[in-house]
């Protein structure tokens, strides 16, 4: 072991209509002129719209998404959906869910039980409600949909967020219904044969201490990739064998917090505006794990002596600077409440 790829050279990405027409254009200061480097999916060439603006190729991130094989649309901002095949279009009002047998089919029509008492009071800020916390909390502890809530637009986009930082499997979605919204939980199809690939490693865990299972999982992910900081790699990929594919700090991310819903781990995702990472709930507090950094160099001789698990205060430089604490927060406590007193 030790990697779906796009391959092309110096690539940036633009989402939405052609840059420029014809051949070169000039617009704004910019130079701009259609780019003959070849693009490669998986190895294997496509032909696909590039121009060359300042020594970089850009390439409308839709045809990526063609090429490669997830959804991107415009729905007020730039929306992509790893698990999902290319439509170019938004789901309608976020689509029903398959119900799986842990799950309702409707969302339950009382107030969810208040679970806030033993949370930290200083995460109800701003767009992170009282209301909302109790709603989300009561379908991560019992995986049924969520009471139905009335939410602001501010706070649908902040919890729309937090869904995507508590899990991968289950995965959580903000639904709405009769004017209020709830949540639900569903193990995505597209994840199900990662889940009984991996089925076998997790259960080899058992009876292992927590930070002993977190080294193996953050060790099991990296013998599964290598830093390609052009390529984003989901569990459907690169945990259902053992080939190596090419993943940059989201696959790592995503990946390992994967395996650890497997494992029964409190895992988040954090990042900041250059970077992505994990926290893990382990011996009573929450710790940094940075998977890709971890990978780096690929280098299997020094794995004895990696620290995987390290303090938030230990974390140095612009690329450790949380872009949302509040939001790292409240995810933490939908997790574990009280965790972040």
Not at 36 to 43: A, E, H, I, L, R
Not at 262 to 279: F, G, M
Request: glycine share 8%; proline share 5%; net charge negative.
């Amino acid at each position: 072991m030790k990697k779906q790829t796009l391959a092309v050279g110096a690539i940036s990405f633009a989402l939405g209509a052609a840059l420029f027409g014809g051949g070169a254009a000039y617009a704004a200061g910019i130079m701009a002129e259609r780019s003959t480097s070849p693009v490669y999916v998986d190895g294997q060439r496509v032909e696909l719209e590039a121009y060359l603006i300042n020594g970089n190729n850009y390439i409308k991130l839709r045809d990526v998404g063609q090429a490669v094989g997830f959804n991107v649309y415009w729905n007020g901002a730039v929306q992509i959906q790893s698990d999902a095949p290319y439509t170019g279009e938004a789901p309608a009002i976020i689509p029903a869910a398959i119900p799986t047998p842990q799950e309702q089919t409707t969302p339950a029509t009382s107030a969810a039980p208040d679970a806030s008492g033993e949370t930290n009071p200083a995460i109800f800020t701003g767009n992170y409600t009282r209301e909302a916390y109790n709603a989300i909390r009561q379908t991560v502890a019992t995986g049924a949909d969520s009471a139905l809530v009335a939410m602001s637009d501010g706070t649908w986009d902040a919890m729309q967020e937090v869904t995507g930082a508590i899990g991968n499997w289950p995965a959580y979605h903000l639904k709405a219904k009769d004017g209020k919204a709830y949540f639900t939980a569903k193990q995505p199809d597209s994840y199900q044969a990662a889940a009984s690939y991996c089925k076998p490693f997790v259960d080899s865990l058992a009876g292992k201490g927590e930070a002993d299972k977190v080294r193996e999982i953050a060790f099991y992910v990296c013998d599964r990739l290598t830093y390609d900081a052009a390529s984003f790699s989901t569990p459907r990929t690169v945990l259902t064998s053992d080939a190596v594919r090419g993943g940059n700090c989201m696959a790592y991310a995503h990946n390992f917090m994967f395996l650890c819903n497997l494992a029964d781990i409190p895992c988040v995702l954090v990042h900041s505006d250059t970077h992505q990472w994990n926290e893990v709930y382990v011996s009573g507090r929450w710790w940094y794990v940075d998977v890709s950094a971890t990978d780096a160099g690929n280098e299997l001789s020094i794995r004895p002596y990696q620290t995987i698990m390290w303090e938030q205060s230990e974390a140095q430089g612009a690329d450790y600077r949380l872009e949302n604490p509040a939001l790292a927060t409240f995810a933490k406590e939908i997790l574990v409440p009280g965790s972040t007193k």
